[in-house]
């Protein structure tokens, strides 16, 4: 950098020279020097609009090519597959890529290849080129081919199909097979499928490509880079193998890729080409170690890829592989005889192997029925249709079942039951474990309500409004009480729901005959409007809910609006890190970093144990020597958000500072590796707080020094004052409070899905106890709430963006999960402006 007030000396060393005009040859020296500047300013023209001509008529087209040629280029379309080679004996050899038995061979069939491509007009034209990448026993040759099309001849890209390839080879085989000379070489099956042109790999290159042996004993490989982080564009490429009678068990106890499987991933696959009929997943993202990926394939051999395209660097993988004896994967099935038991597919929790068939068979004694619950169901599989299950499988009294399950249980009709499993040759997934029992069909749930699915629930929660079941079978045929409303379709619903604004019957029948004609508009406050004031630029209700999410009400402010950094009103439902810039300042996606889980999670069906990183805001406050006392939730790296009556209490020990100890990224109160541990600064009760009602309760936590961000510890999003979470919508609740009334403390972080209540209903069995800055959440038959221990912890709801917002805290209830008295939470959006002013979050 320099300054531009510097002084120059033009002189060279020489005093410098200062002659004085008179007036006339002041007059005649500016003549020529307008002269001169005259003409070089004509000159300066003309060259300028010669330069715009030639640059117009020469190099503008040419420009325009060649932007067009930078957005617009060949397509490279690739096939992998394999061949089946009869009267080729194996040779140990063909498996090394520099031997000359391998280089002999693979040139012989690239060359077959290419003729078979020949006797089709279009795939011999765009034909590039084919390469040979391994053989196995058997004797099979694994390849791909690749053909470019180039720009001007998009439009045929279409025709580009797998059966076209397919009908291409098949019909040159057949034309060999016919063929006298051609013996030496017999093809008896050949498979092609559409490949990502990335994971195409020639075996001579030199960088990336590996070929490992596995054996009984276990051996370690890793991604370029790891830990440090694999380079962008890597192509890299392990040809895995092991002897006949064994198969490949691979698992990654370490294991982030970019979550984005578009542009970095992991492919795995049953064979020794990227084939896609072989596929046995393609993962990214972040596993937790209660999680980890492991895949084992049908046979001797495996393919794993990794493709990275992105700059972003994570810090990769690193595997374990081992052979294991063929034998011991493929037993499964068998007779259960026992009153009951549990059993799993193939090598649970590992991902099940491609190509099983399993039969399991329940016998119970005489009288007596099976009921079978499965704890775990995943098998995902991309583009299968799971009312049809063409694929993997679990087949239940002729009934198939795939995908993923958040509940399954099954009853048989006799006691006998036959449960089968199948997968295909691609794609596994992590398949299930499934509990067995028998029972007395006379009696199937003592003293509880028998669904239709044969699980059995708590009598209290039959006709209580709630699809307890999950099949309705608990809210069919049911008697209305006196404190019940009798839907018209056969419902019964708490009469405190008829007019509250929210269809809870599920046919609108709750919500007929209320105040409002159907011509008519019913504001948020229950005040009855002309159905034309609805988005009419007008703010006509009080509330101004009649221009909520109307995009023809920019500037009509009103409860319901999003208010931006510069003073603009959005109207439109939660426009809060939606990943859309509603506001023209795009302040409603400023500190948006929040909300996220980095782990990739899978559901567990009825177990309420946290997995390790499932609620990284989640935090354990200790008090002194005494343990976990209260929860709170990470907001920044600086600040947590608790409830004010963990720390104004009658000892005024409680708001000391210094007597308290966070616990950040915990899941175990007896485990603290990964967990950061924090005191604190400050405590800020909001000054409204009311001892007596629970009003304003809430407070604020400053640490003594920062957090560092990782992947169990994460701060949540706080929602804006107009973010709107309806009532009946499901949330999850967490801490390690007390697992029942009286009970003690939790030593495993507990999780609870709950429902948000409408105000209505919350005012009314609260006996009007509630303030606006409150809410409830959980479920009035009772059965599932917050409870001691849990004070201060988040009450946390996923949206549609992909974002988990803390709607509440957890502050006051009646005992724990009783009827009728639900729990209640602090209310973040009427709290969320001074949690601003105070902290700047």
Known sequence: MYNARYEYDGRNGHHERIDFLTSKEKVSSKRKICIVVGVLLGLLILAAIAAFLIWLFVFKDADSEGTLSKQVRETTVVFSGHMGLASVPYNQKLEDTKSKEFEDLATKLETVLKENYMTDELLGKYHAKSVVTAFSEGVKAYFWSQFDIPVEDQEIVPEFSEERVLDALENGIAARRRTENHKDIQITEVTASFTDYRMARNPKAKECFYRLEAEEKTKEFSSPGYPKGYP??????????????????????????????????????????????????????????????????????????????????????????????????????GVHADNKGVFTSPLHPSFYPPAMDCKWTIKVPAGKKVRVKFTIFRMKEPGVDTRVCNKDFVEVMGQKYCGEMSSLALTSTTNTLDVRFHSDESYTDKGFSVEYSAYDPSNPCPNQFACSTGTCIAKELKCDGWNDCGDMSDEMKCQCKKDQFACANGLCKPKLWVCDRVNDCGDGSDEESCSCEENEWRCGDGVCMPQDVVCDMKKDCEDGSDEVSCKTSPGICSDFSFKCKNEECVNKVNAECDRVNDCSDNSDEVGCNCGTRPYKLNRIVGGQNAELGEWPWQVSLHFKNFGHVCGASIINERWLLSASHCFVTNDPQYHIPSNWQTYSGMQDQYKHDGVQRRTLKRIISHPDYNQMTFDYDIALLELSEPLEFTNTIQPICLPAPSHVFPAGMSCWVTGWGALREGGTKAQILQKASVKIINDTVCNVVTEGQVTSRMLCSGFLAGGIDACQGDSGGPLVCFEESGKWFQVGIVSWGEGCARRNHPGVYSRVTKLREWVRKETGV
Request: charged share 20%; proline share 7%; aromatic share 8%.
């Open 232 to 333: 962008a564009k890597s192509r890299c490429q392990w040809q895995i193998r092991t002897s006949e009678n064994h198969v490949i068990s691979v698992a990654f106890p370490f294991f982030y890729v970019e979550d984005d499987c578009s542009d970095d991933f992991v492919s795995i696959y049953d064979s020794l080409s990227p084939d896609e009929s072989q596929a046995i997943t393609e993962k990214c993202g972040h596993r937790p170690p209660s999680n980890p990926l492991e895949v084992v394939s049908s046979g001797n051999i495996m393919l794993i890829n990794l493709i990275t395209d992105t700059n972003v660097q994570r810090p990769g993988f690193h595997a374990n592989y081992k052979a294991i004896p063929r034998s011991q994967v493929k037993a499964c099935g």
